[in-house]
């Protein structure tokens, strides 16, 4: 069981916008900044975003991430087939003195 | 080009040991602190073990007492030796460059193409 909570699957169809959330608590996201991964099938994840809502080098703003309280939002408009993939969020846990990822969430376009 | 290059992964038998290498290129890696992450089969991401550049290591408690990182700045590499391997430690380790946010703490923003631990009799 993951330390964030993210959804399993989200879809939408080509041209739209999806949303990922990721829930933790006071330990994680409350007080750490959160990064983004995407994870295209069969490769290494890639860096998104980092602090929240920076987009790393080469990431199109099509890609937008953003923090409130216990809980981190990625989203992701303009929607392509290319953008099939997993989705991670990751942060620091102050009460388990970890790096903690969440589950993960499968974007499906449709 | 930042290249991260993993290798060592293999079949190994519970209660064995394994030790992975990590070839970093195209940056200065002594500069950097270097993580392992791992993956099993359809799951998602662990953090296994960081070491930063003055070889201060850090692991979760799932790992911690069986494995240990370590580093050779002269020849630009990152280690794991993992000891006493069990079933669930079977996934792909990840070699992984950090860097620091506004906070202080670690986003990932290079990795390698993994290399894959069985652990089974």
């Known amino acids: 069981q993951s330390v964030l909570t993210q959804p399993p699957s989200v879809s939408a169809a080509p041209g739209q916008k999806v949303t990922i959330s990721c829930s933790g608590s006071s330990s994680n996201i409350g007080n750490n900044y959160v990064s983004w991964y995407q994870q295209l099938p069969g490769t290494a994840p890639k860096l998104l975003i980092y602090?929240?809502?920076k987009r790393a080098s080469g990431i199109p703003d099509r890609f937008s991430g953003s923090r409130s309280g216990t809980s981190a939002t990625l989203g992701i408009t303009g929607l392509q087939t290319g953008d099939e993939a997993d989705y991670y969020c990751?942060?620091?846990?102050?009460?388990?003195?970890?790096?903690?990822f969440g589950g993960g969430t499968k974007v499906t376009v449709l | 080009e930042v290249q991260l290059v993993e290798s060592g992964g293999g079949l190994v038998q519970p209660g064995g040991s394994l030790r992975l290498s990590c070839a970093g290129s195209?940056?200065?890696?002594?500069?950097?602190?270097m993580h392992w992450v791992r993956q099993a089969t359809g799951k998602g991401l662990e953090w296994v073990s960081g070491?930063?550049?003055?070889?201060?290591?850090d692991y979760p408690g799932s790992v911690k007492g069986r494995f240990t990182i370590s580093r050779d700045n002269a020849k630009n590499s990152l280690y794991l030796q993992m000891n006493s391997l069990r079933a669930g430690d079977t996934a792909v380790y990840y070699c992984?460059?950090?860097?620091?946010?506004?906070?202080?703490?670690?986003?990932?923003?290079?990795w390698g193409q993994g290399t894959l631990v069985t652990v089974s009799s």
């Open positions: 602090a929240n809502t």
């Open positions: 195209g940056f200065t890696f002594r500069s950097y602190d």
């Open positions: 990751e942060t620091w846990d102050r009460g388990l003195s970890a790096v903690v």
């Open positions: 070491i930063g550049t003055a070889g201060d290591a």
């Open positions: 992984v460059r950090a860097l620091f946010d506004y906070g202080g703490n670690y986003y990932f923003d290079s």
